[in-house]
């Protein structure tokens, strides 16, 4: 089980794509102490993996000792982050408090495209300096991608990338809109060029040796499993059954994509929110509609379900948007 905490909402950059519209810190965010009941409360709900991300994780002066309470535990901390932040000493440092592993963003490999979408003159240099320090600290790293349609082209070479610089695995983020990301929609693939991507990335996951994941693109299972292979996850979206997301404030949403609060863990504790909201509760039934609803994938995919809810008037078990595989319902 994963959960991802948006540990605070400020950060150094101003991306176009930023589904928490992230920059200022926000005015009411968690403090330290009500950050370690949360933390206590995640572990209590048996969660093993725990992100913590922004905004700019690094932001935030308590990092450090909230990632050592998490790893006492027996949490899993791992880092969200743009890297423009990790200097070397900060690598050693996020290594010593208990950090397994850091997912540094690189959009291009095109020096002015990662600044233009990061309006960051330097996001790029800064990025991959700290994965080099990550890499001379001995903390492990892996590369996080964003998917628009004017760098679907260079996503292999992106691969390619990763593995030399000494990545372990290389993650692939499909646009959803939501926060700043709905003034960009028409830069997110449509169902051919989704299904060309995802088939090329499963094609170079049997030449490299790292590890490729798309995420909200639960499509992968299915073509993994038609090209026979064998992947560790179990499935696509797992929006509420397996996840979900931690605001700065508090507030619980189903998915980061998935922008419905579901109670604060000021007001209600984390588990019991787990445990019996009414929209994780059918998030878990799969009873979804449409082509989703029939598909003899659906355990293994799900569709996305914060796509779903984008593009069928905020119905998150509706049939996900941008999948080929609907013409084949049930078969």
């Given at each position: 089980m994963i959960i991802s905490w948006n540990s605070t909402n400020q950060c150094n950059m101003f991306c176009d794509h930023c589904y928490r519209d992230a920059g200022a810190k926000a005015a009411d965010e968690l403090s330290t102490q009500?950050?370690?009941?949360?933390?206590?409360?995640?572990?209590?709900?048996?969660?093993?993996?725990?992100?913590?991300?922004?905004?700019?994780?690094?932001?935030?002066?308590?990092?450090?000792?909230?990632?050592?309470?998490?790893?006492?535990?027996?949490?899993?901390?791992?880092?969200?982050?743009?890297?423009?932040?990790?200097?070397?000493?900060?690598?050693?440092?996020?290594?010593?408090?208990?950090?397994?592993?850091?997912?540094?963003?690189?959009?291009?490999?095109?020096?002015?495209?990662?600044?233009?979408?990061?309006?960051?003159?330097?996001?790029?240099?800064?990025?991959?300096?700290?994965?080099?320090?990550?890499?001379?600290?001995?903390?492990?790293?892996?590369?996080?991608?964003?998917?628009?349609?004017?760098?679907?082209?260079?996503?292999?070479?992106?691969?390619?990338?990763?593995?030399?610089?000494?990545?372990?695995?290389?993650?692939?983020?499909?646009?959803?809109p939501t926060g700043r990301a709905v003034n960009i929609e028409e830069e997110s693939l449509r169902a051919e060029a989704y299904e060309n991507v995802l088939t090329r990335i499963m094609n170079k996951q049997k030449e490299v040796g790292i590890e490729l994941k798309p995420t909200c693109a639960p499509q992968f299972m299915r073509i993994a499993k038609e090209m026979g292979m064998d992947l560790r996850f179990q499935r696509g979206c797992l929006a509420g059954t397996s996840y979900c997301i931690i605001s700065p404030k508090g507030d619980v949403q189903p998915c980061a994509y998935l922008n419905i609060p579901l109670g604060n863990v000021r007001d209600i504790p984390f588990s019991e929110l787990w445990q019996t909201h009414p929209v994780f509760q059918e998030l878990r039934t799969l009873n979804y509609k449409g082509g989703c609803g029939v598909c003899k994938y659906k355990k293994a995919c799900g569709g996305c379900r914060a796509r779903a809810y984008f593009y069928h008037d905020h119905d998150y078990m509706a049939e996900e948007p941008w999948c080929l595989y609907h013409g084949r319902r049930g078969v």
């Open positions: 009500e950050a370690k009941a949360m933390l206590d409360e995640i572990a209590k709900a048996g969660f093993k993996i725990m992100i913590f991300s922004g905004g700019e994780p690094l932001m935030r002066p308590d990092l450090y000792e909230l990632v050592a309470y998490a790893k006492s535990l027996g949490l899993r901390p791992v880092l969200g982050t743009n890297g423009t932040l990790i200097t070397l000493e900060a690598a050693k440092k996020l290594k010593e408090a208990g950090v397994m592993g850091a997912g540094i963003s690189l959009d291009s490999l095109d020096e002015q495209k990662h600044d233009e979408l990061r309006r960051y003159q330097g996001a790029y240099r800064e990025a991959i300096q700290g994965m080099k320090n990550c890499r001379e600290a001995g903390l492990p790293f892996q590369v996080h991608t964003t998917v628009f349609d004017w760098n679907q082209e260079e996503l292999e070479a992106i691969t390619d990338f990763a593995v030399e610089i000494g990545a372990v695995a290389h993650h692939f983020f499909f646009l959803v």
